[in-house]
């Protein structure tokens, strides 16, 4: 299986008519307004304590991808289990900032699924 990730802001950049991508899926606590994702998988999503601790800079990087992966890792079955061939996995970040979607991809990876971060 091959999915992708992407900035809600990036989503242009997706070719949606060659059928690369395959539905739009949340993987962040909330969508910038007049978004509509086509699916929320909630196993992914950062817990709340966790974006608070780290935007309060109470953790590190290093802190908030161990936490991030040991959460998502109790879990990662059910929210593969969501997954589809083409799914465009959004979250806030910009490309090229710290973010959980490359943590994410780094753990999809490892259960062998094909992911292509933008």
Request: net charge negative; charged share 30%; hydrophobic share 35%.
């Amino acid at each position: 299986m091959k999915i992708m990730t992407c900035c809600w802001f990036d989503t242009e950049r997706i070719d949606w008519e060659s059928g690369e991508g395959n539905q739009i899926v949340s993987i962040s606590r909330s969508e910038p307004q007049g978004f509509m994702p086509d699916l929320k998988i909630w196993e992914f999503c950062p817990s709340s304590s966790l974006l608070t601790a780290f935007k309060h800079n109470e953790i590190t990087e290093d802190e908030y991808r161990e936490i991030y992966s040991k959460d998502v890792n109790k879990k990662i079955s059910k929210g593969i289990a969501q997954l589809h061939e083409g799914d465009v996995l959004c979250c806030w970040e910009a490309e090229g900032k710290f973010c959980h979607r490359t943590i994410l991809a780094d753990l999809l990876s490892a259960h062998g699924i094909e992911v292509e971060i933008h």
